[in-house]
């Protein structure tokens, strides 16, 4: 794991299946996990280096926040809708890249879902559709692959909290494999309608070297979701 990271075409190879390194913390079940690992302190709280009433929230990113910490109120990932940039990269389940000339695919387990990142030098569309993921792009800063994202619609979270943003919402990600087992990750949130100024989190990505991603169908048999408060249209 401590090896050097591959390389293609003469750069890092980011290729293989990853999962967020969870910071230490006492034995015991993981608050907001899934079951299956412990979790990062951003997939609960992408606030989490902030005091308690420091947080760089405006007005509107406070409100949102109220609204989506009501009892009853869930997130969009627990009613099997998809979970978003950069709070994907973040859950106690793996995902897997694959590095091609032009593109860089990411395949997350959760949901059976994928996401494009064009690195073949495109411009953004003049007007982007709203989507989930938003647009990529990326290119290589030496051996970093800076990926910025836009045309987000407003409808995921940025954490189980309940942080929320609005489709104004600009996310830059850096990716950099530092070895064979491991990559570092910056992600900054730019979203002047909800957050004073950007916010960076750094974590670290660990492969799995010996997996793959799996099917995870979230709607196969799903009856929960009709018993919570304020879930409609089911």
Known sequence: ?????PRANGKPDLSGVWQVLPEPRPPGP??????????????????????????????????????????????????????GVPHADLLPEPFKIVQLPGEILIL??????????????????????PTWFGYSVGQWEGDTLVVKTLGFNDLTWLDAFGHGHSEDMRVEERFH??????????????????????????????????????????????KDAVHHVGITGR
Do not use: W
């Open 108 to 129: 997350y387990e959760v949901q059976t879902i994928f996401r494009q990142i064009f690195t073949d030098g495109r411009k953004y569309p003049a007007d982007p559709s």
């Open 1 to 5: 794991m401590a090896g050097p990271a």
């Open 177 to 222: 494999r530092v070895d064979f087992g491991h990559m570092d990750v910056t992600a900054t949130i730019t979203d002047p309608k909800m957050f004073v100024r950007p916010v960076t989190i750094h974590f670290v990505e660990e492969l799995l070297p010996d997996t793959d991603v799996f099917e995870h169908i979230c709607y196969e048999n799903e």
């Open 30 to 83: 993981a608050p907001f996990g899934l079951g299956e690992s412990p979790n990062s302190k951003y997939f609960r709280d992408i606030l989490s280096d902030f005091k308690a009433g420091e947080e760089p929230l405006t007005s509107a990113g406070r409100e949102a926040f109220r609204q989506h910490s009501q009892p009853g109120v869930i997130g969009p990932g627990i009613t099997c809708l998809p979970e």
